[in-house]
């Protein structure tokens, strides 16, 4: 594993890469469409992009400790960018979701006080490890519960990953559903967006559970989940 002071000299040179393709416009689209505590740099996606791919190429004898680290690092940094990197990195490669523990996952827990940083982390991470046990679903039970809206966003979106097949999702139509009716009521419209995607992306492998989900609670389901997750049903789009 590299040490520290090796770990920490990288940082530094994926903010200087950052910087170097960072925009003012950039900047304030993602301040405006994502506002966050984070510092924003202004990098495009295909930006961003590139440089995962540089570090990749330069650093692919590391092991998984090493990438690790690195990433943690990234996400102390408290920068958008970097913390959207480090998820990047982590989420699409199967040897460091595998090795990931629970520690590691808190320790890349952080910020999450936008839809954007958190969808990357719920997806790309927490609802993966969730389906490999190392979430488990009292660590479900206990995000559903909180006042913060983003752990209960946490919650609900991780059930994507459970049925998402390039995130290895096989299909879990009893543990996506459960989600569900936890917030039904919820009046949070990133809840109630949040709520859509999870039962659309089942509706791919279930759909006659999903169905009856909606037929079984359409009185207290938002408009907006009901006409987005027929919609899906029937037609196979959102809107």
């Not at 994926?14 to 950039?26: F, I, K, Q």
């Not at 990133?190 to 759909?207: F, G, N, T, V």
């Not at 169905?211 to 196979?236: M, P, Q, S």
């Amino acid at each position: 594993m590299e040490t520290s002071t090796e770990i920490q000299a990288v940082v530094r040179e994926v903010l200087d890469a950052l910087s170097d393709v960072s925009s003012e416009t950039r900047r304030k689209q993602i301040r405006y469409f994502a506002p966050g505590s984070q510092e924003v740099v202004g990098v495009s996606n295909p930006d961003l992009k590139e440089v995962i791919r540089a570090l990749r190429e330069k650093y692919k004898h590391w092991d998984e400790q090493s990438w690790i680290a690195l990433c943690k690092a990234l996400v102390a940094r408290d920068i958008f960018e970097c913390q959207v990197l480090a998820y990047e990195i982590i989420g699409r490669n199967k040897g460091l979701l595998n090795v990931l523990t629970y520690k590691d996952l808190m320790d890349l827990w952080r910020n999450l006080d936008n839809w954007a940083s958190v969808d990357h982390f719920s997806v790309g991470i927490y609802g993966v490890l969730w389906g490999k046990g190392v979430v488990t679903d009292e660590h479900i039970e206990e995000l559903l519960k909180s006042e913060n809206f983003w752990n209960r966003r946490v919650a609900v979106v991780s059930t994507v990953a459970l049925n998402l097949k390039s995130r290895g999702g096989t299909g879990d139509s009893p543990r996506t559903l459960g989600v569900c009716e936890k917030v039904v009521d919820d009046r949070e419209d990133l809840i109630r967006k949040a709520l859509s995607w999870a039962l659309r992306e089942l509706s791919k492998r279930d759909p006659q559970s999903v169905r009856n989900f909606i037929d079984t609670y359409r009185d207290r389901l938002a408009g907006l989940v009901i006409r987005e997750v027929n919609h899906k049903l029937d037609f196979g789009t959102k809107n």
